[in-house]
């Protein structure tokens, strides 16, 4: 049997690395501007639309379906489909949220000008405050981490998930906030273990 001891080792400081990042988070989020945020969504009358490149686009995938699961209308919008005529969905009473860690992402700000335009809400999550997204925010949330789980410190690892845990605790304090019921969720994730665990809950 082959000594995986430098491989169990590796593996072993990417999860300290990831939950230490984790953890800070509580520390150094601005909670005011995360709640002005959740009434946002909570109170907007038009669609929740999330954008994003690469690793970020994968955030918001996530977030997006988080969101749908509990009752929450949300879509991702391509950045190369939207200057190709996707934008036509974006409306007035909308929220964008822009997700780049740079702030400065070229196929991001391409756009950026139409949405204002559209009078759209724009929510900004990056680490840079002074970006070229944040700037042009009505919103900007900054999710800030020290270190990415590689040893280049570069790979989106720890800052997406981050990320990711920002719009988790979104998710659920709106759930509280609209007293979302066992029964709505069943209705919104019928299959899977989640399914068969809440009809049973239920019945």
């Known amino acids: 049997m082959a000594d995986n001891n430098k491989e169990i080792e590796q593996l ?4 300290e ?3 230490n990042e984790i953890s800070k988070l509580t520390s150094t989020l601005d909670f005011d501007v995360i ?3 959740c009434n946002l969504i909570d109170q907007t009358k038009g669609k ?5 490149c690469g690793t970020s686009a ?3 995938k996530k977030a997006m379906h988080t969101l749908n699961v509990i009752g929450i209308s949300a879509f991702f919008l391509s950045p190369s489909d939207a200057v190709h005529g996707a934008l036509g969905a974006v409306k007035e009473n909308d929220v964008v949220i822009f997700i780049s860690k740079g702030g400065s992402t070229k196929e991001l700000t391409a756009f950026l000008p139409n949405v204002k335009e559209k009078k759209a809400k724009i929510v900004a999550i990056t680490e840079k405050k002074n970006s070229k997204i ?3 925010a009505d919103i900007t949330v900054p999710v800030h981490v020290e270190h990415e789980a590689d040893s280049f410190n570069m790979l989106a690892t720890a800052s997406t998930l981050a990320v990711i845990s920002l719009f988790d605790a979104i998710a659920v304090t709106l759930m509280g906030k609209e007293s979302f ?8 994730h019928p299959s899977g273990d989640v399914g068969e665990r809440l009809e049973k ?3």
Not at 12 to 15: A, G, L, P, T
């Open 17 to 19: 690395i990831e939950g």
């Open 134 to 136: 944040a700037q042009s």
């Open 201 to 203: 809950g239920i019945k």
């Open 48 to 52: 929740i639309i999330l954008t994003g």
């Open 12 to 15: 072993k400081k990417v999860f």
């Open 58 to 60: 994968m955030a918001a």
């Open 181 to 188: 019921t066992k029964d709505q969720f069943l209705v919104n």
């Open 35 to 37: 709640a002005d945020f």
